[in-house]
């Protein structure tokens, strides 16, 4: 247990407690009221249970540590009640947004973009001198309704939010500060489903008509039929990632390459790929290793153009125009194979497609509607339903086997002047 001494001729209240030595230490608090006195005590209290017990103190004694004058602080630390930070020196909030970002040499240039959108936000807010450990978590509340009303969307705010938390949570891990003020802000990308958008064949089949040449054809291909991301996978493949005897292609993932066996995935060579893979390769000059050599340049901005080939196509550009391409392809699997294997093949789990990607739409409530819900017994189906299966399949799978079959027959086309398919080596 704390006391509170009161030196009446001064005005001056020391705490006082005996510590894990069993020798009585002090601690000066100068001239405050008896309240606040009192609430130090508590606090110094519960300091000096943890010393003996080993537990972290409770979130309100790390908030009022972190928010301490430095010269309260240096007295805590000096009756061995905190540990000493890296440096005596807190630093200003500025100062540490540039020094954590540049240590982070692993991360890549796309990520540390983001992380300079944040901060920015960070300094326009707090100012570039404010203190870390002067940040409550009142003053982060306040800055994500800041957020909000910069007119950014709920899932914009909650990545700044969470890369605001990630800056903290490194301070923390360096002993700069006691707790992290936005901790207990709510970070998670939620789904928006009025932004989803099912891009039908027949508004693909529009906008192929509509793109400029072979490689936009591919490109547009790649994200609704194949479900690449774009353009981060569709311009790093190459000739060598396609093995046309085997009907697959593997396709590198930059985003996912940081998990294990994330590097890259392989995907069936569909057959609405197919062709224009085949037309891009007549087209490619001798020794060429990239699919994609017109539009991979970084200052490239492939969704402004995408906007201008929808509304060539006549047609008006939906939300998130890549994101519900791979979203429609990967709704589209969904309805003709295992979840396990159309998510192996769009380079994503299974939480996060039913969550993010997985759609409902007009289609299912036709089939609702004019097929009544029969129940599986063995193998047996209805005729109605084992014909809308088997169109299925034929549709789809039966597709990709009878492609496969066919360049393992050698019955397809003649592709430049290499023979009946491209030299190239598989993955």
Same mark, same amino acid.
């Given at each position: 247990?704390?006391?509170? $001494? ?18 009585? /230490? ?14 130090? *005590? ?67 240039? $796309?990520?540390? !973009?983001?992380? @300079? ?8 807010? %707090? ?15 306040? %800055? ?8 950014? $969307? ?24 006691? @707790? ?18 099912? +891009? ?16 936009? /054809?591919? =490109?547009?291909?790649?994200?609704? #039929? ?9 311009? /790093? ?55 994609? !050599?017109? #539009? ?14 929808? /509304? ?18 990967? !709704? ?24 993010? #990607?997985?759609? =409902? ?7 609702? +509607? *004019? ?22 399949? *034929?549709?789809? #799978? ?8 066919? *360049? ?15 030299? !190239?080596?598989?993955?």
């Amino acid at each position: 247990m704390a006391s509170v $001494s009161h030196d009446k001729k001064t005005g001056r209240r020391t705490i006082q407690f005996v510590g894990t030595d069993a020798k009585r /230490r002090s601690i000066r608090l100068g001239k405050v009221s008896k309240k606040q006195a009192q609430t130090a *005590q508590r606090f110094v209290e519960d300091l000096v249970a943890c010393r003996v017990t080993g537990a972290a103190p409770k979130t309100a004694t790390a908030e009022w540590l972190a928010n301490l004058p430095a010269v309260m602080r240096e007295r805590i630390e000096r009756v061995g009640l905190a540990e000493p930070r890296e440096d005596a020196h807190c630093p200003m909030l500025k100062e540490w947004l540039d020094r954590y970002i540049a240590s982070r040499t692993d991360a890549k240039q $796309s990520t540390r !973009t983001t992380w @300079g959108q944040a901060r920015r936000f960070l300094i326009d807010y %707090f100012g570039p001198h404010k203190r870390l450990d002067a940040i409550t978590p009142g003053d982060a509340d306040e %800055f994500q309704l800041y957020l909000k009303e910069q007119g950014l $969307s709920e899932n914009t705010v909650r990545r700044r939010t969470g890369q605001a938390k990630q800056f903290f949570n490194a301070a923390k891990r360096k002993r700069l500060i006691a @707790g992290n003020p936005f901790d207990d802000l709510k970070s998670c990308v939620v789904p928006n489903t009025s932004r989803y958008y099912f +891009v039908s064949r027949e508004e693909a089949k529009k906008v192929l008509d509509a793109c400029p040449d072979a490689q936009w /054809r591919l =490109v547009f291909a790649l994200c609704r #039929y194949g479900g690449l991301r774009c353009p981060s996978e569709v311009v /790093r493949l190459e000739w060598s990632h396609v093995d046309w005897a085997n009907g697959r292609m593997t396709v590198p993932s930059p985003k996912t390459e940081h998990h294990p066996g994330g590097e890259c995935r392989q995907i069936p060579l569909f057959p609405e790929l197919v062709p224009h893979l085949q037309q891009v390769f007549e087209q490619a000059e001798p020794g060429t290793e990239a699919i994609i !050599t017109r #539009y991979r340049q970084p200052n490239q901005n492939l969704g402004t153009q995408l906007q201008r080939i929808i /509304r060539k196509a006549g047609l008006k550009p939906w939300p998130k125009l890549f994101q519900n391409l791979r979203s429609t392809r990967e !709704t589209e699997l969904a309805e003709h194979f295992p979840m396990h294997v159309v998510c192996e093949w769009i380079g994503n789990s299974q939480p996060v497609a039913a969550r993010h #990607y997985l759609q =409902v739409t007009d289609e299912h409530f036709r089939r609702a +509607v *004019q097929n009544p819900v029969q129940h599986r017994t063995g193998t047996k189906y209805t005729e109605a339903h084992g014909q809308q299966q088997a169109d299925a399949e *034929q549709g789809v #799978y039966g597709s990709v086997q009878a492609s496969a079959e066919k *360049q393992a027959h050698g019955d397809m086309a003649v592709v430049g002047v290499t023979g009946l398919e491209p030299v !190239t080596s598989s993955l």
